[in-house]
T-cell receptor, first 116, second 116 residues
Framework: ETGVTQTPRHLVMGMTNKKSLKCEQH?????MYWYKQSAKKPLELMFV???????ENNSVPSRFSPECPNSSHLFLHLHTLQPEDSALYLC???????????????FGPGTRLLVL | AQTVTQSQPEMSVQEAETVTLSCTYD???????LFWYKQPPSRQMILVIR??????QNATENRFSVNFQKAAKSFSLKISDSQLGDTAMYFC?????????????FGKGTKLTVNP
C-alpha cells in the first residue's frame, strides 16, 4: 500500500444525488490532488491543494466541489452529476518544496464512480 | 503545453522474457522529471521508476530500467525477466520543473500482459 486511502471504493449514484469522496494520506505530505481516470484517456488533473490552499482548478465543472480541511484529508463533493462523469477518481499526495524538485506523487486506490 | 505519447496501447510478453514500452514527450523545458507508473488490475498506481532530466545516467530499479534519450525526447521502460505480477497498465508521465503545486502530465498508458 502507498499510504493513501480512499473511501468509498465503489459508488453508484443518480444524477440528483449528493455524495462525497474521501481521501486520507498518512505520509506527512503537504500537497494533495484529485485526478479523473477515464477509459482510453490520460489521467486528468482536477484539483491541487498545497498547504491546504487550492492552487489549481483545471476548468472542472462546479458540480465537483473539493474541500481540504487539513493537509491529511481531502474531499470531493459531488452533486447533480452526469453519466459522463462516471470514471475512476484518484487521489494522490506528495511533499512539495518551493524549489520544484520533482517529488513523487503517491496514489490511492481510487473510487470507481458510476452515475446513472 | 507538454504532451506525453505512448504509442503502444497493448503489449504482451512471455514470462521470463524482456519487453520494452515506449514513451515520447514534447517539451521546451531543459530540466524536468520523468516517471513510469504501474497500475495493476483493481490495485493502486505505484511508482516504478523516476528519472531526472539533468542526469545522463539511466535510472534502474531491479528488473526495471529506462532508456532516456533527452535529445530525442524518448523515455522507454525495459522490463527484464518478466513476471506474471508485472501484468498491469503502465503510464509514462512528465513533470515540469515548477515550484509549488506540481503536476504530472500522463500518457494514455500501455496495457501489458505477461503470459505464462
Amino acid at each position: 500500500e502507498t499510504g493513501v486511502t480512499q473511501t468509498p471504493r465503489h459508488l453508484v449514484m443518480g444524477m440528483t444525488n449528493k455524495k462525497s469522496l474521501k481521501c486520507e494520506q498518512h505520509l506527512g505530505h503537504n500537497a494533495m490532488y484529485w485526478y479523473k481516470q477515464s477509459a482510453k484517456k490520460p489521467l486528468e488533473l482536477m484539483f491541487v491543494y498545497n498547504f491546504k490552499e487550492q492552487t489549481e482548478n483545471n476548468s472542472v465543472p462546479s458540480r465537483f466541489s473539493p474541500e481540504c480541511p487539513n493537509s491529511s484529508h481531502l474531499f470531493l463533493h459531488l452533486h447533480t452529476l452526469q453519466p459522463e462523469d462516471s470514471a475512476l477518481y484518484l487521489c494522490a499526495s506528495s511533499q512539495v518544496s518551493g524549489g520544484g524538485a520533482g517529488e513523487t506523487q503517491y496514489f490511492g486506490p481510487g473510487t470507481r464512480l458510476l452515475v446513472l | 503545453a507538454q504532451t506525453v505519447t505512448q504509442s503502444q496501447p497493448e503489449m504482451s510478453v512471455q514470462e521470463a522474457e524482456t519487453v520494452t514500452l515506449s514513451c515520447t514527450y514534447d517539451t521546451s523545458e531543459n530540466n524536468y522529471y520523468l516517471f513510469w507508473y504501474k497500475q495493476p488490475p483493481s490495485r493502486q498506481m505505484i511508482l516504478v521508476i523516476r528519472q531526472e532530466a539533468y542526469k545522463q545516467q539511466n535510472a534502474t530499479e531491479n528488473r526495471f530500467s529506462v532508456n532516456f534519450q533527452k535529445a530525442a525526447k524518448s523515455f522507454s521502460l525495459k522490463i527484464s525477466d518478466s513476471q506474471l505480477g508485472d501484468t498491469a497498465m503502465y503510464f509514462c508521465a512528465f513533470m515540469p520543473p515548477q515550484g509549488g503545486s506540481e503536476k504530472l502530465v500522463f500518457g494514455k498508458g500501455t496495457k501489458l500482459t505477461v503470459n505464462p
